[in-house]
């Protein structure tokens, strides 16, 4: 029998993909792709990204060489688990009408296709923990997501080299995964530590008849984790920032961070908790069917706050407000907790180098400067 | 599998009323008998309405809540699922889903009076309670029915009102900001029928639909006249595109104006209402 806490030489590794293969799933992990790394199918460990890290910053994101032949040495790319689970862009019904005019609604049918993610983060678990609690646990279940969301396996590694823009440690998301995972692997020179967080995880675990973990590798893996823990220097301010922020709406910042912000919405797009979306109508060209899709959308654009005639967030300081005070300030009172947790990608990919730890440490030192009326 | 909650149901258009220029209404049908039979809703409640080939928008439904056979749509032409709306004809087909939200608080409203405060076509909404009260009129107190308009030619339902000013306690009282000679009532904003009207400060649901703008001023001067804030009811309105609390649009500081509302008590809107931006 396996030990809970095994050790996988990295030479086994292809063993853990081709465990999960048998069982039925699709594995995905990541790719260096577009000069970034993202999620796709992987059959073999050969097209995962060893030796390969990357440095982040406010704006700035780059791949290059590790000095190592790890797999998982760098922190993220702009994917998270996001776009396996709520897709960016997917149909919901069509319409047909006939030649009475009558009108036909076709529901699609949701996809439940199972996939094993490889190489899932502490903030990619709680971000998904969130949009579970958004789609699937409210008064309606939204079916899209969560026939994908019972299809997945999620195998998620320790972040071991968080990039310079994170700061899940501040949220308390990460470094380590901590819940919410099938398999978990802590990866160290030679191969990974290995343990389960679920039945079917250890069923998978079982599958892989690997050895213990020895004391000298789970020192190593903890030692890994303190140092990727110590080597955050971003840190959101701390406890609920709810009221803090509602009571500074009129903070000058908001108009100072308005200066810089191009209301893009990449920071939305990459954010693996941003949830909104907008319906929309793809009429066929000969007029007898009409598809329905829903696709991502931001609170960064004009439609998002539109209602006959006007705009709630003409300007982009409301914007940017309503996107900060949501984010960390109302989702308190939605979910239960922050929505931020701590990825950093929304400062790597603003192509304005916005950094929303700064900017939500000078608004919370405000003292209250009140309602704008 | 429980049902798609985004997927409408079809019905018909069983009769088109013109309200006013550019103000419609639509009495629809589910085309299945078995859609119809279960479809029950709360007044203040509303409807994605679903133009084919266009989109969705969402309606307030304005027929009386024991009608078992049609649901109405009052609606104004101003964008491009309402504008295509209004050019469908009796016997179209269009989709509906729904109802969706919170409606107004009539169990709680029990014996108590009844003030309803809208303007424009923020009667719309209202006027599903009016029916309901009318219906059980001995269960609830004296009844202040006040609607505004822009302009006197804006006004709908006159002859309905005509006909609610004549029943027991009740009071109808309209205004216009513009209106000519013929106007028979007053001329002004909405909110200077507040001085005329009727009802017991103390034992009292206020209901109000209608611009943000004229909502404000109505709260503060119903608080000003001792009103308490969980007894005043306002109906909201944002972009809403899922009804069900996905699509994010209509947030409201920590409230999705679709599904925990469109109608709130005062207290809990408070922290926002009137600032810009939300």
């Known amino acids: ?373 | 599998m429980k049902h798609n909650p985004y997927l409408p149901y079809e019905a018909e258009i069983i009769e088109r009323v013109e309200e006013c220029p550019g103000v419609f209404t639509l009495h629809l049908r589910f085309t299945d008998p078995e859609v119809q039979a279960n479809y029950q809703f709360q007044p203040g409640q509303f409807n994605m309405v679903y133009l084919y080939g266009v989109g969705e928008v969402a309606i307030s439904i304005v027929s009386d809540p024991q009608e078992e056979f049609l649901v109405g749509h009052t609606i104004r032409g101003v964008g491009r699922v309402t504008n295509g709306l209004a050019k469908l004809k009796t016997g179209d087909r269009l989709g509906i889903r729904g109802p969706y939200g919170r409606g107004w608080p009539l169990r709680e409203a029990h014996g108590r009076d009844i003030v309803l405060m809208t303007g424009g076509l923020g009667c719309a909404p209202a006027v599903s309670v009016i029916h309901y009260v009318m219906r059980r009129r001995e269960q609830f107190g004296h009844m202040v029915i006040m609607q505004g308009v822009k302009h006197e030619d804006d006004l709908i339902w006159r002859e309905q009102y005509s006909q609610w000013s004549q029943m027991p306690d009740t009071q109808v009282l309209l205004a216009a900001d513009v209106a000519g000679p013929a106007w028979p009532f007053i001329v002004g904003r909405v909110i200077t029928l507040l001085d005329q009207a009727e009802f017991n400060h103390e034992n009292s649901t206020v209901m109000m639909c209608g611009p943000e703008i004229m909502m404000r001023f109505t709260v503060e001067n119903l608080l000003q006249r001792g009103i308490p804030e969980n007894d005043i009811w306002l109906s909201m309105e944002r972009n809403m595109q899922c009804a069900v609390g996905h699509c994010g649009h209509c947030q409201y500081g920590e409230k999705f104006i679709c599904k925990d509302g469109p109608v709130f008590p005062y207290d809990e809107l408070k922290e926002f209402f009137g600032t810009k931006g939300f």
């Open chain 1, 1 to 373: 029998m396996s030990q809970d806490i095994a050790y996988l030489p990295r030479l086994r590794f292809q063993e853990l993909l081709d465990t999960l293969k048998d069982a039925g799933y699709r594995c995905v992990g990541p790719h260096v792709k577009d000069g970034t790394i993202l999620f796709d199918t992987v059959d073999k460990v050969d097209s995962l990204p060893q030796g390969m890290t990357e440095e982040q910053g406010p704006g700035f994101y780059r791949i290059k060489s590790s000095s190592n032949e790890r797999y998982f040495s760098w922190a993220n790319g702009p994917q998270a688990l996001k776009p396996f689970l709520f897709a960016a862009e997917e149909k919901l019904w069509s319409a047909g009408r006939d030649a009475e005019n009558h009108i036909h609604f076709t529901p699609v049918a949701p996809e439940a296709e199972h996939i094993a993610i490889i190489g899932v983060r502490g903030c990619d678990l709680a971000a998904l923990r969130l949009q579970d609690q958004h789609f699937m646990e409210g008064e309606y279940v939204d079916p899209y997501y969560a026939a994908r969301r019972q299809g997945i396996f999620l195998v998620a590694v320790n972040c071991s080299h968080p990039a310079d823009t994170c700061f899940c440690v501040s949220t308390g998301d990460g470094p380590n995964a901590s819940e919410g995972y099938d398999l978990v692997l802590s990866e160290l020179d030679d191969g990974f530590i290995v343990e389960y967080g679920s039945e079917r995880g250890r069923f998978m675990h079982e599958r892989l008849n690997m050895q213990g973990a020895s004391a000298e590798q789970k020192e190593k893996a903890d030692e890994e984790l303190n140092s990727a823990r110590n080597s955050q220097h971003r840190h959101l301010p701390p406890g609920n920032l709810r009221d803090v922020l509602f009571e500074n709406l009129a903070h000058p910042r908001w108009g100072d961070v308005a200066e810089r912000c191009l209301s893009c919405s990449n920071c939305t797009s990459v954010c693996p908790t941003c949830f909104c979306h907008s319906e929309a109508e793809r009429p066929g060209l000969d007029g007898s069917n009409s598809e329905h899709i829903r696709q991502w959308d931001s609170c960064f654009t004009p439609g998002h706050s539109y209602i006959h005639g006007m705009t709630i967030r003409a300007d982009t300081h409301l914007r940017y407000r309503q996107w900060l005070t949501h984010k960390l300030g109302s989702w308190h009172d939605q979910y239960g907790r922050s929505g931020c947790v701590g990825c950093g990608r929304c400062i790597a990919w603003c192509p304005a180098g916005i950094d929303i730890v700064e900017e939500v440490t000078a608004i919370c030192s405000g003292k209250g400067m009140g309602n704008e009326a």
